[in-house]
């Protein structure tokens, strides 16, 4: 994996008075104005050096930012969201680690892994990547919890620019990577689907369900969309309902035998061939068995913590098979031209105004505002996605 930390004050061999290569803090350094490894830049971060609970562990860190080189550029980040999987990632419970990287007498590693950069400075042999460019990351584990980063233009992804650019926020650039290719993947690479047909789903009212209905409704497909119940449900129905939702139901709902009825009258003979499970556990299992024959049943979520079990019958019968995905995963096997033709496709999207920015609310980008909104990184429906603007 890349580096998580490679903006850093990297103190090289060629630095006379300095023995090995490793991060140094600002305040170590701040009699170093000018010379030539460093820029003027101060950049802070949000780091950790132990797994555990985000208040307990994340600490704020200042530190100068390395000079820019011949092959190195200079990014200064605008936005940066706080995603269950960051959360995660600090307690230790994500697939990927990050690397822990020498800072003093401490290793530590940023977080974040999503977010919305601009590129401020590049080396002169950079030819990929010009000044005032918007980037996000090209892969999943370069902390995005920092106002500056230095490094390869490899570590960036060109954000394209479509027409009518101007419509897209900088929150749509900033959450682009995460939810909305998750939605669009899934809804494109498991089932071929056709203007008309059904797709199911639970936690529809999360970042990533709230993309599926609208890029399922782009592409003149059905769904249906299954939350929990709640005292505003009305409210929220609503809410689904416009973003372009066919149908809400509760998952309570699924299992009773008036509302299941009910529900199998809306798509009739046309079961659904796509189900995307968010949550695990019981009203996971109930909703898988509303696929049709030969449907495809995609994973990539468990917010409830509970197994997915799954009935045999659906399998020996029906026939449906069953798939995780991983969008971190998928970007790491598909080259950067196809994420490329997907971010196209999705700001397209953005700009004619199918794909709306999540439901959101700003977090200051101050240390202990950062540790409570990190704490709280799970937020769903009601309180929206956190953002942090720079
Ligand atoms: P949001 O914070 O936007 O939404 C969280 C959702 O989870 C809400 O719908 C919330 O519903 C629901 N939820 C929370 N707790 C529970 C629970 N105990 N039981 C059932 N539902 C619950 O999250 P995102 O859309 O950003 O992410 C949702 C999930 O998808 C996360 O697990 C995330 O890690 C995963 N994800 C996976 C990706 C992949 O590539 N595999 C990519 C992107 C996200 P409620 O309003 O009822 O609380």
Redesign the pocket.
Known sequence: MRLLLQSFIRVGRKEPFRKSSHWVPCSQVSGMRGYASESDITASAMVYSNYGQPSQVLKWHSYRLPALTPDTVHVKFLASPI???DV?MIQGAYPIKPTFQELGDDKVAVGGNEGLAEVIAVGENVKTLKKGDQVVMASTGYGTWRTHAAGSPNDFQLLPKVNDDNKISLIQKATIT??PC?AYRMLKDFVDLKPGDYVIQ?????????AVIQIAKAWNLRTINV??N?LNIDELRQSLTDLGATHVVT?EELGKAESKKQIKSWFAEKSPLLGLN??G?K?ATEMARYLGNHGHYVT??????QPLSLPASLLIFKDVHFH???????AEKHTPEERYAMFEDILELMSQGKLQE?KWRKVNWEEETMKQAVDQG?????SG?QIILF
């Open positions: 995603n269950p999987a995660n995460v939810n998750t639970n936690a529809a009212n999360s970042a990533v369900g709230q939350v929990r709640r998952d968010c949550v556990g009203a990539y979520g468990a917010m409830s913590r995780g995905f991983w969008v971190s995963k998928w999540p799970i937020s769903g429906f009601g996605k």
